[in-house]
């Protein structure tokens, strides 16, 4: 599932570029198209570009450049008030002197929805994020985690088809993070409604969305699902970002069906896959994943080109143990083996040869 | 570590009741603590409370006729000041024997101001009397009665006795009616005559010109606090030293300067006529008045309006317009509905503040205010500098010190003082 085009967008952005002081761009050139219903998030590291492009969807910034489209109309000149898209922000801005039911009520009241609309509205707003005990109590009087799900519900009330998130977990501790990142995801399949989350947790991005846009330096550097961005990186930036990540530097040989041959700095030959590498003389970086690597003579193919290492360091973790190797030159190395019954724990010291299946291994840019 | 039940007090490693070593262990802080706040206690207490205490007091004090007229007051006690006779020889006597004493003493002056304050005359008859009865013999030249009335014949007026009999105890409410226009007769608590009422109407002109002050520092403040708030930080600064630079010029100047715009001849009126907007006869007369007053002491209150009003907007986050914004609200509704109820301790506070010291403003109306531009502390400034009747300026200060405490504690019921910030 790569890009889908077969439905019509719901959200486009055309070619949008943003600049604040007309010297540098922000938003570089940025094309995205998403269908009714998806779960997207924009990730990357500050000042990548990723809360200007939810504040241009938002109507809070307007684009420098370029259109902006929703359900097929051009939103660039219709105020926030009347783009009808549900936001949640990143410290909820629940008003402090509303009470939650009136928190809610405000969206449905700035619509001119009658009175006994309304309630039975924001009663069932309220039940549907488990807070319906909480409506006389003001935002003060509850824990980050109620606020965040009566920002929800704030979001949602008014139905609408579009929900923006601006890292709306950021404040909350790691375990109620882990049980709201489920809930929202439920929430949002269940209402069919359409989600463009912004965060800077990998995790968070992985675990939520159907699709993931990785950013950096004002451009979308991937948009692919979780589980092809973590195992299929198209650059380096995105195998480092995402994820732990082993890189090895040297320069391609040759590519041929499929293969490439790289002669590392310290000599040695390895078979990779080429992603964004085209032709031999080339420097490239060489990007494989901790839990891929493999020292086990048995399980590997015969003819795969084999590295010396050193064993630096291990950590018993519990689930698994990860251990610090010196290869080729990197004294970085790291493997994760699972604590299985017959598994190796590996001393410091140790001399072993290590190697992975060419197709884990992947050429990138350097 | 002791295992102790819930019903025996805690006790530490030692033995010692765990509430009673906590004590000791923070008795030295709470003595430091409390060493480094006496300096301020100290000057508060001296500078502050005492002069306070001692004003208030003056505001009831009355014991100089019963000093100086120790025996008259007792004989007085036996008169009937509503019989419409005249006291008898005894009380002549008994005043003669006093007065000698008061006029050796220098006191029968001051006796006079004092009594002069509660009926005009009273200071030039005991003036003049206390030539002639100096010369007299308290104990041989009686008897007085004929003989006082023939030094002066207002001693044969009843009313001049009942003035002393009513103004005779040692403590007075007398101070406290003059400031509210009334006055103490023989025959009871009265209004004062018509053309003698003037501190009421001062009292409500101070209120009112000091809640239209608050009102014009609120509409005038609030745009520019808005602006400070919202501005980035560098360019917050520069117009942040634009609100603060009156508070560098001395109130003096800043009001004089005020004359030099307002007044007849002054460079508002020149611009206007240049203008031909006004013509040179019909200048406009906006000072020496409650015009000039009230613009005067707008623009020198404002700073004390924006500052509250700018802090406490300064700690609305602006994700909350936005957040309104995005659930569909107009700029206006989402102004109005959600960052006007934010910003409404920041008012309270620079409203208090504002209205607080207006109500006491000297100097500003003193400069520009002419006769009905005037406020309450001129007229307080009056009795202690001009006519020396510091019982009634405290009586008026007392006054004004319950009006400013009566509406503080009225914002607290409506408005609630928690509510108020300073950011």
């Known amino acids: 599932m790569a890009l889908d085009t077969s439905k019509d967008a719901f959200v486009k952005f055309d070619r949008v570029q943003k600049s604040y002081d007309g010297e540098t761009l922000v938003v570089k050139d940025l094309n995205l198209e998403m269908p009714k219903g998806e779960f997207l998030t924009m990730l990357g590291p500050s000042g990548s570009g990723k809360t200007t492009c939810l504040m241009m969807l938002a109507g809070f910034e307007t684009a420098t450049h370029g259109d902006i489209l929703l359900d097929g109309v051009s939103i660039n000149n219709i105020p926030p008030h009347k783009r009808g898209i549900g936001m949640v922000f990143q410290n909820y801005a629940l008003f402090p002197h509303m009470t939650i039911a009136e928190n809610l009520s405000f969206p449905l009241e700035v619509r001119k929805i009658g009175k006994s609309d309304r309630e039975a509205k924001v009663k069932r707003a309220l039940e549907m994020v488990e807070m319906g005990a909480f409506g006389g109590r003001r935002p003060a009087q509850l824990s980050g985690g109620q606020q965040q799900r009566v920002a929800l519900a704030r979001a949602l009330v008014f139905e609408p088809e579009l929900v923006l998130m601006d890292e709306p977990l950021g404040a909350l501790d790691k375990q109620l993070r882990e049980k709201m990142q489920f809930e929202i995801t439920d929430l949002a399949h269940r209402l069919g409604i359409t989600v463009v989350y912004v965060t800077h947790d990998q995790t968070e991005a992985l675990t939520m969305s159907d699709r993931v846009a990785v950013f950096n330096d004002g451009r979308i550097q991937q948009l692919a699902p979780p589980d092809q961005l973590y195992e299929e990186p198209e650059n380096s930036f995105v195998a480092q970002f995402i994820g732990e990540n082993n890189t090895l530097e040297g320069v391609i040989k040759e590519i041929k069906n499929g293969r490439a041959l790289v002669q590392l700095d310290s000599g040695d030959l390895i078979d990779c896959k080429p992603v964004n590498v085209s032709e031999p003389g080339q420097r490239t970086r060489v990007s494989i994943r901790p839990e891929r690597v493999e020292f086990h003579k048995d399980r590997l193919s015969p003819d795969a080109h084999l590295l010396k290492a050193t064993v630096k360091e291990f950590i018993y973790m519990g689930d698994i143990f990860r251990t610090r190797l010196s290869v080729a030159g990197n004294d970085d190395f790291i493997i994760k083996s699972r604590n299985a019954p017959d598994q190796v724990r590996l001393q410091p010291g140790q001399e072993i040869e290590i190697g992975w299946l060419a197709d884990d291994c992947r050429a990138l840019d350097a | ?423």
Request: proline share 5%; charged share 15%.
């Open chain 2, 1 to 423: 570590m002791t295992d102790t039940s819930a019903h025996q007090p805690m006790i530490d490693a030692t033995g010692v009741p765990l509430k009673k070593s906590l004590a000791r262990s923070l008795r030295r802080e709470k003595i430091r603590a409390l060493l480094l706040v006496s300096p301020l206690l100290l000057f508060v207490l001296l500078t502050f409370i005492f002069p306070i205490g001692s004003m208030l007091f003056r505001s009831v004090e009355n014991d100089i006729v019963s000093n100086v007229l120790p025996r008259t007051v007792v004989e007085l006690q036996n008169w009937d000041a509503k019989s419409g006779e005249l006291p008898d020889e005894a009380v002549f006597a008994a005043f003669v024997a006093d007065f000698v004493v008061a006029v050796e003493e220098k006191n029968h002056t001051r006796l006079g101001s004092r009594l002069n304050y509660e009926s005009s005359g009273m200071s030039s008859l005991f003036r003049k009397s206390g030539r002639k009865v100096a010369e007299w013999n308290p104990e041989t030249d009686g008897p007085f009665k004929d003989k006082l009335i023939a030094a002066d014949k207002n001693w044969g007026n009843v009313e001049t006795w009942a003035i002393i009999q009513t103004h005779s105890g040692k403590f007075t409410n007398g101070y406290f009616l003059n400031a509210v226009d009334m006055q103490r007769t023989p025959n009871g608590i009265e209004m004062q005559p018509e053309n003698k009422q003037i501190l009421i109407k001062l009292f409500l002109r101070t209120v009112k010109m000091s809640l239209i002050i608050t009102g014009m520092c609120i509409l005038l403040g609030y745009p520019v606090a808005w602006i400070l708030a919202n501005l980035p930080n560098r360019s917050a600064n520069m117009l942040m030293i634009l609100v603060l630079l009156p508070f560098w010029t001395s109130l003096l100047v800043r009001t004089s300067a005020w004359k030099v715009m307002l007044q007849n001849q002054g460079v508002i009126n020149d611009v206007l006529v240049w203008l031909g907007m006004v013509a040179d006869d019909a200048r406009l007369e906006i000072i020496n008045n409650q015009f000039g007053t009230i613009v005067a002491m707008t623009h020198i209150l404002l700073p004390f309006m924006i500052l509250p009003m700018y802090s406490v907007m300064q700690t609305i986050p602006p994700s909350y317009l936005r957040a309104a914004k995005s659930l569909g609200a107009t700029n206006w509704t989402a102004f109005w509905r959600v960052y006007f109820p934010q910003s409404v301790p920041g008012i309270g506070a620079g409203s208090i503040l504002v209205f607080i010291l207006a109500i006491g403003y000297y100097i500003t109306p003193e400069i520009v205010g002419g006769t009905d531009g005037v406020f309450i502390s001129n007229r307080i400034a009056y009795h202690i500098s001009s006519s020396l009747n510091w019982g009634l300026a405290a009586a008026l200060g007392a006054i004004l010190l319950a009006v400013v405490l009566v509406l503080y504690w009225a914002y607290d019921k409506i408005v609630g003082i928690d509510n108020v910030k300073l950011g």
